[in-house]
């Protein structure tokens, strides 16, 4: 084979493997962690449906077994929260105008001191969330057992709490995570619909 035609087949070949490349590298999702067709970091397989009961801050009981069924989002936060805890309060927010639908969203208490009805109902209206989301509480024994089986650290005096958001799948699993720095409206809205999605 002549050396210039040896040139030419090289040099389409190596264009063929570099759009093959760059094929597979668009067709990768864009969030950290993504699995198939999911956003946020995956759970490993095998958790445990969510279980507990805490109580609404109007005084009503509310049972985690109430959510099978339907695909819901817990999170964890505290009204007087100046900083992380509106940033989160916010994307969540987004992600359910996105939505255009109705879907659970439960946030657990890790300050249940501050959390008075009214630092809660204020938090709430605030962030346009009244009737959108469900606020827990309970004792620090009560809510504890709720943020070991969501490994979450509560607020402490020298530490923040860890601000975490989790969709549960149709049977209460956790499936989706997000930390308050990479959660997106767009990726919790999308994760979402995927999990509504499943069969």
Known sequence: ???????????CATLVV???????????????????????????????????TLTEVGGK???AQTLRGRVAVVTFVY???????????????????????????IAVSVKPDQDTPFHVHRFLVEHRLLGRMTYLTGTRAQLARV??????APDRTNSPHSVDTVVLDRQGRQRVGFDVNDLRPEDLAHDISALEREN
């Open 79 to 105: 009204s007087t929260c100046q900083d992380t805890c509106p940033l989160t309060a916010e994307q969540i927010r987004g992600a359910l105008d996105q939505l255009g639908h109705r879907v659970p969203v």
């Open 61 to 63: 009981p509310f049972d």
């Open 18 to 52: 570099a759009a093959l490349a760059l094929t597979v590298l668009l067709a990768r999702p864009s969030g950290s962690d993504a699995g198939p067709g999911l956003q946020g970091a995956l759970f490993p397989p095998g958790i445990k449906p969510a279980r507990f």
């Open 147 to 152: 943020w070991k089986q969501f490994a979450v």
């Open 1 to 11: 084979m002549p050396a210039r035609l040896r040139i030419v087949v090289l040099v």
